[in-house]
C-alpha cells in the first residue's frame, strides 16, 4: 500500500493530471458554450473522433502541427456548423440529431482515416508536442514541474477558463449567448438575434472540442487509433452538468475527474491484488453516473436548453 | 415544433415514403465517397445489393443464402430497434441499447452453459437475457425519475460499464478454460438455437425477432401499457391530469426496452456464436436509434429498416473486399440515414403545424 501511495505522490502524478485534464476541459468547455445558448450537442463524441484525425492528418502531411491543430478546429467548427444547421436552422430534436453528428463523423472518421493510410502493422505517427518549460516558473520546486512544465495548449487551455468567462459574463455578445438558452422570447424582444447567436456558440464550441480531439492525437498521443475518444466526448457532456454550466466549475469539474482517471491509471499500472484492470477503466464512468445523480440536472440547466426557437410562434 | 412521434393526421403514405426519401438522398450523398475512394459508383452498390441480397442466378436457381444472411444480422437490430423504438415513444431517452444487448448477452451465455433440456435452456436463456437488459435499462430510467439525471447521458455512460463488465469476466472468471482466449465458455449443444434451412444460420432467434415487430406493435397501440407510454411521451403533463403514473410508466417501458434489447444479446450467443466475446456487437445498439428513427418509432417498420441497415453493413463489407472502397462507408451511410431521416421529417412538422394552427 506504501509503495502505491509513493505512485500517487510523485511530480509525475500531479503533471499527469494537469495532461489528462486538458482535453476533458476544452471538451467541456466547448460543449458548455453551445449548452449555455440552448443547445445540446451530443455530436461531440463523433467531432472530437473525426477532429482528431483530420487534424493528426494534416499535421502528419504537413509536417507542421499546429496546421493539425487549425485543421482540427475547423473540422470541429464545420460538424458543429451542420448540428446548428439541423437543431437551430430547421429546428429538429437535439437529440436524435447529436446521436446523427456522431455516428456520422464517426463514420467519415473511419473511412477517410482507411482510405489515406491503407491497412498497415505499423500505425503512423507524427512528431508529437514537446512539453515547454516556462523560464523562471518551472523552477519553483514541486509546482514547477507540476504546472510550469506542460504542453504550450494546456497553458492556452489555462487561460482560455478566464477568457471564456469574461467573454461570457462580462461582454454584449455573451450577455446575448445566456439569454439565447435562458430566455430566447426576451432575447428576441431585446433585439438579438437568437438564431445567429446559438450558431455562433454551437461553432465556437465545436471548434474547442476539435482541439480537444487535436489534443489527444497530437500532444497526449502521437498517434490517431479508433478508440483514441473512447467516451471523452460523453464524459464532457457529464463534466458540464457536474460544473452546473460555468466555465470555473467546469475546468474544475474536468480536474477532479482527470484525477480520477489519473488514480486509475496508476493503481492500474501498481497491479495491486487481484482486481482486473476493467474495475479501474470502469471506474471513470461510475464516478460520472454518480457524480451527475449528486448535481441533479435541473439544478442549473439554460432554461431553453432542448428547446427549439422559431420568431413567429408565440 | 417538430415531434419525434408524427401523429397520424399525416397520410399514411408518409410512412413509406419519407424513409425512402431519406434513404435515396442518404445513397446520393455517400456516392460521393465511392467517387473519392476512386471506384465506380452504381458498381460499388451493384456489389452490396448482390452481396445482401444474391445475385440474379443464385436467386433463379432457388439459392438465397445472401437473403438469410442478411436476416440473420438484422434480428439483433430488430430488437435494438423495437427497445429504442419502445422508448422514445415515451420520450425515455434510452442511447443505451448497445450495453442492455451486452447485459443480455452475459446473462444468456451463463444460463446457456447450464445443463438442461433444449427448449427450457432457451426459456431460460431468454428470461435471464430479458432481465438482464431490463435491469441495465432501469437504472437511467430510475436516475431520471428519482434524480432528475439526464437519461441520454447516463444511459450512454452505461454503455462503457457494462463493457468493461464484459471484458472483465471474459478475461477473468469466465475465461473458456479449453481455448485460453478471452471468450466465454460455449453453451450447452442442446441450447443451441435450431436452424431452419439447411446450409443457413436462419435460426430461431431470427423467427422469434420478425415475431417481436408485431408483438411490440399490439402492446404499444392496443394495450393500456402502449397507451400510457405513447401519452406520456406525447404530452406527460396531460398524461399526469389523466390520471396515468408517469413516473410508473417511463419504468415500466424502460424495462420492455431493456429486455428487448437483452433479448438481441440472447439471440447472438445462442443463435449465431455459442459463446460469448468483446466484440459480439458492432454496435448493433447504436444501429437500433437510425433504425427507430427511419421507422418513425413504429414496431412495424422496424423490421423493413433493420434489414436495410443490415444489409448496407454486410454489403459494405463485400463491396469493400471488390473494390477497395473502406467498409467503413457502411458506417457512415446508418449516420447519413439518420440525419436524412430527421430531415425528412420536417415535412410531417409543417403539416402538422398549418393543420394545427387553425387559420
Given at each position: 500500500?506504501?509503495?502505491?501511495?509513493?505512485?500517487?505522490?510523485?511530480?509525475?502524478?500531479?503533471?499527469?493530471?494537469?495532461?489528462?485534464?486538458?482535453?476533458?476541459?476544452?471538451?467541456?468547455?466547448?460543449?458548455?458554450?453551445?449548452?449555455?445558448?440552448?443547445?445540446?450537442?451530443?455530436?461531440?463524441?463523433?467531432?472530437?473522433?473525426?477532429?482528431?484525425?483530420?487534424?493528426?492528418?494534416?499535421?502528419?502531411?504537413?509536417?507542421?502541427?499546429?496546421?493539425?491543430?487549425?485543421?482540427?478546429?475547423?473540422?470541429?467548427?464545420?460538424?458543429?456548423?451542420?448540428?446548428?444547421?439541423?437543431?437551430?436552422?430547421?429546428?429538429?430534436?437535439?437529440?436524435?440529431?447529436?446521436?446523427?453528428?456522431?455516428?456520422?463523423?464517426?463514420?467519415?472518421?473511419?473511412?477517410?482515416?482507411?482510405?489515406?493510410?491503407?491497412?498497415?502493422?505499423?500505425?503512423?505517427?507524427?512528431?508529437?508536442?514537446?512539453?515547454?518549460?516556462?523560464?523562471?516558473?518551472?523552477?519553483?520546486?514541486?509546482?514547477?514541474?507540476?504546472?510550469?512544465?506542460?504542453?504550450?495548449?494546456?497553458?492556452?487551455?489555462?487561460?482560455?477558463?478566464?477568457?471564456?468567462?469574461?467573454?461570457?459574463?462580462?461582454?454584449?455578445?455573451?450577455?446575448?449567448?445566456?439569454?439565447?438558452?435562458?430566455?430566447?422570447?426576451?432575447?428576441?424582444?431585446?433585439?438579438?438575434?437568437?438564431?445567429?447567436?446559438?450558431?455562433?456558440?454551437?461553432?465556437?464550441?465545436?471548434?474547442?472540442?476539435?482541439?480537444?480531439?487535436?489534443?489527444?492525437?497530437?500532444?497526449?498521443?502521437?498517434?490517431?487509433?479508433?478508440?483514441?475518444?473512447?467516451?471523452?466526448?460523453?464524459?464532457?457532456?457529464?463534466?458540464?452538468?457536474?460544473?452546473?454550466?460555468?466555465?470555473?466549475?467546469?475546468?474544475?469539474?474536468?480536474?477532479?475527474?482527470?484525477?480520477?482517471?489519473?488514480?486509475?491509471?496508476?493503481?492500474?499500472?501498481?497491479?495491486?491484488?487481484?482486481?482486473?484492470?476493467?474495475?479501474?477503466?470502469?471506474?471513470?464512468?461510475?464516478?460520472?453516473?454518480?457524480?451527475?445523480?449528486?448535481?441533479?440536472?435541473?439544478?442549473?440547466?439554460?432554461?431553453?436548453?432542448?428547446?427549439?426557437?422559431?420568431?413567429?410562434?408565440? | 415544433?417538430?415531434?419525434?412521434?408524427?401523429?397520424?393526421?399525416?397520410?399514411?403514405?408518409?410512412?413509406?415514403?419519407?424513409?425512402?426519401?431519406?434513404?435515396?438522398?442518404?445513397?446520393?450523398?455517400?456516392?460521393?465517397?465511392?467517387?473519392?475512394?476512386?471506384?465506380?459508383?452504381?458498381?460499388?452498390?451493384?456489389?452490396?445489393?448482390?452481396?445482401?441480397?444474391?445475385?440474379?442466378?443464385?436467386?433463379?436457381?432457388?439459392?438465397?443464402?445472401?437473403?438469410?444472411?442478411?436476416?440473420?444480422?438484422?434480428?439483433?437490430?430488430?430488437?435494438?430497434?423495437?427497445?429504442?423504438?419502445?422508448?422514445?415513444?415515451?420520450?425515455?431517452?434510452?442511447?443505451?441499447?448497445?450495453?442492455?444487448?451486452?447485459?443480455?448477452?452475459?446473462?444468456?451465455?451463463?444460463?446457456?452453459?447450464?445443463?438442461?433440456?433444449?427448449?427450457?435452456?432457451?426459456?431460460?436463456?431468454?428470461?435471464?437475457?430479458?432481465?438482464?437488459?431490463?435491469?441495465?435499462?432501469?437504472?437511467?430510467?430510475?436516475?431520471?425519475?428519482?434524480?432528475?439525471?439526464?437519461?441520454?447521458?447516463?444511459?450512454?455512460?452505461?454503455?462503457?460499464?457494462?463493457?468493461?463488465g464484459l471484458m472483465a469476466l471474459i478475461e477473468g472468471p469466465w475465461k473458456d478454460p479449453l481455448s485460453g482466449y478471452p471468450i466465454s465458455p460455449p453453451i450447452q449443444d442442446s441450447a443451441n438455437f435450431p436452424v431452419f434451412l439447411e446450409g443457413t444460420r436462419l435460426h430461431l432467434g431470427v423467427i422469434v425477432a420478425l415475431l417481436a415487430a408485431p408483438i411490440v406493435w399490439f402492446v404499444i397501440a392496443r394495450t393500456v401499457l402502449g397507451f400510457s407510454i405513447r401519452v406520456t411521451g406525447e404530452n406527460p403533463?396531460?398524461?399526469?391530469?389523466?390520471?396515468?403514473?408517469?413516473?410508473?410508466?417511463?419504468?415500466?417501458?424502460?424495462?420492455?426496452?431493456?429486455?428487448l434489447a437483452g433479448l438481441a444479446g440472447v439471440g447472438e450467443v445462442g443463435g449465431v456464436h455459442y459463446q460469448v466475446m468483446s466484440e459480439i456487437s458492432p454496435g448493433f445498439g447504436y444501429s437500433g436509434i437510425v433504425i427507430a428513427m427511419l421507422a418513425r418509432l413504429n414496431p412495424l417498420g422496424v423490421v423493413p429498416a433493420a434489414i436495410f441497415l443490415s444489409a448496407v453493413m454486410t454489403g459494405s463489407a463485400a463491396m469493400s473486399r471488390a473494390t477497395g472502397v473502406p467498409t467503413f462507408l457502411g458506417d457512415?451511410?446508418?449516420?447519413?440515414?439518420?440525419?436524412?431521416?430527421?430531415?425528412?421529417?420536417?415535412?410531417?412538422?409543417?403539416?402538422?403545424?398549418?393543420?394545427?394552427?387553425?387559420?
Amino acid at each position: 500500500m506504501n509503495a502505491v501511495l509513493e505512485q500517487l505522490l510523485q511530480v509525475g502524478f500531479f503533471a499527469a493530471i494537469i495532461r489528462i485534464a486538458t482535453p476533458l476541459a476544452l471538451a467541456t468547455l466547448g460543449e458548455m458554450i453551445s449548452e449555455r445558448s440552448g443547445v445540446l450537442n451530443l455530436g461531440i463524441e463523433g467531432i472530437m473522433l473525426l477532429s482528431a484525425m483530420t487534424g493528426f492528418t494534416a499535421a502528419y502531411y504537413s509536417g507542421n502541427l499546429w496546421l493539425g491543430v487549425l485543421a482540427a478546429a475547423a473540422t470541429g467548427a464545420a460538424m458543429a456548423a451542420l448540428h446548428a444547421l439541423f437543431t437551430v436552422g430547421l429546428g429538429l430534436s437535439q437529440h436524435v440529431c447529436g446521436i446523427g453528428i456522431t455516428l456520422f463523423c464517426t463514420g467519415l472518421a473511419f473511412f477517410f482515416f482507411r482510405l489515406i493510410f491503407v491497412d498497415s502493422s505499423r500505425p503512423p505517427t507524427v512528431e508529437s508536442f514537446a512539453a515547454v518549460s516556462l523560464p523562471l516558473l518551472s523552477a519553483i520546486p514541486i509546482l514547477g514541474p507540476v504546472l510550469f512544465n506542460q504542453f504550450t495548449l494546456t497553458y492556452l487551455t489555462v487561460i482560455a477558463v478566464p477568457v471564456i468567462a469574461v467573454v461570457l459574463y462580462r461582454t454584449p455578445w455573451g450577455l446575448n449567448l445566456r439569454m439565447a438558452g435562458e430566455n430566447p422570447r426576451a432575447a428576441d424582444a431585446a433585439g438579438v438575434s437568437v438564431m445567429a447567436t446559438r450558431f455562433q456558440a454551437v461553432i465556437l464550441g465545436g471548434a474547442l472540442m476539435g482541439v480537444a480531439g487535436a489534443f489527444l492525437t497530437m500532444a497526449q498521443f502521437n498517434t490517431f487509433t479508433f478508440g483514441v475518444i473512447s467516451g471523452r466526448g460523453w464524459i464532457a457532456i457529464a463534466l458540464v452538468v457536474f460544473g452546473r454550466w460555468d466555465p470555473w466549475r467546469c475546468a474544475g469539474a474536468a480536474l477532479l475527474f482527470a484525477f480520477v482517471d489519473a488514480v486509475q491509471l496508476r493503481l492500474q499500472a501498481a497491479g495491486i491484488g487481484h482486481i482486473p484492470y476493467e474495475a479501474f477503466l470502469v471506474l471513470p464512468f461510475v464516478f460520472t453516473i454518480a457524480a451527475m445523480a449528486v448535481m441533479s440536472r435541473n439544478a442549473a440547466a439554460p432554461p431553453a436548453l432542448l428547446k427549439p426557437f422559431r420568431k413567429e410562434e408565440r | 415544433m417538430i415531434r419525434l412521434e408524427a401523429r397520424s393526421s399525416t397520410p399514411a403514405w408518409f410512412n413509406l415514403a419519407l424513409p425512402l426519401a431519406a434513404i435515396l438522398a442518404t445513397l446520393i450523398l455517400c456516392s460521393g465517397l465511392i467517387a473519392i475512394a476512386g471506384a465506380s459508383i452504381f458498381e460499388s452498390y451493384g456489389i452490396m445489393l448482390q452481396a445482401a441480397f444474391g445475385d440474379l442466378q443464385a436467386l433463379r436457381e432457388g439459392d438465397f443464402y445472401a437473403i438469410t444472411e442478411t436476416l440473420v444480422r438484422a434480428a439483433p437490430m430488430i430488437f435494438t430497434g423495437l427497445a429504442v423504438a419502445v422508448a422514445f415513444r415515451a420520450k425515455f431517452w434510452n442511447i443505451g441499447a448497445e450495453g442492455q444487448l451486452l447485459a443480455g448477452a452475459i446473462a444468456g451465455g451463463v444460463v446457456g452453459t447450464i445443463p438442461m433440456p433444449g427448449a427450457l435452456a432457451m426459456l431460460a436463456m431468454a428470461a435471464a437475457g430479458g432481465i438482464a437488459g431490463g435491469a441495465v435499462a432501469l437504472v437511467p430510467a430510475w436516475l431520471r425519475v428519482r434524480l432528475k439525471v439526464d437519461d441520454v447521458v447516463s444511459s450512454l455512460l452505461l454503455n462503457s460499464v457494462v463493457y468493461y463488465g464484459l471484458m472483465a469476466l471474459i478475461e477473468g472468471p469466465w475465461k473458456d478454460p479449453l481455448s485460453g482466449y478471452p471468450i466465454s465458455p460455449p453453451i450447452q449443444d442442446s441450447a443451441n438455437f435450431p436452424v431452419f434451412l439447411e446450409g443457413t444460420r436462419l435460426h430461431l432467434g431470427v423467427i422469434v425477432a420478425l415475431l417481436a415487430a408485431p408483438i411490440v406493435w399490439f402492446v404499444i397501440a392496443r394495450t393500456v401499457l402502449g397507451f400510457s407510454i405513447r401519452v406520456t411521451g406525447e404530452n406527460p403533463e396531460a398524461a399526469r391530469y389523466a390520471g396515468i403514473r408517469v413516473e410508473r410508466v417511463l419504468l415500466s417501458t424502460a424495462l420492455l426496452s431493456g429486455a428487448l434489447a437483452g433479448l438481441a444479446g440472447v439471440g447472438e450467443v445462442g443463435g449465431v456464436h455459442y459463446q460469448v466475446m468483446s466484440e459480439i456487437s458492432p454496435g448493433f445498439g447504436y444501429s437500433g436509434i437510425v433504425i427507430a428513427m427511419l421507422a418513425r418509432l413504429n414496431p412495424l417498420g422496424v423490421v423493413p429498416a433493420a434489414i436495410f441497415l443490415s444489409a448496407v453493413m454486410t454489403g459494405s463489407a463485400a463491396m469493400s473486399r471488390a473494390t477497395g472502397v473502406p467498409t467503413f462507408l457502411g458506417d457512415v451511410i446508418q449516420g447519413t440515414a439518420l440525419l436524412m431521416m430527421l430531415v425528412a421529417l420536417l415535412f410531417t412538422g409543417y403539416r402538422l403545424r398549418f393543420s394545427g394552427a387553425g387559420r
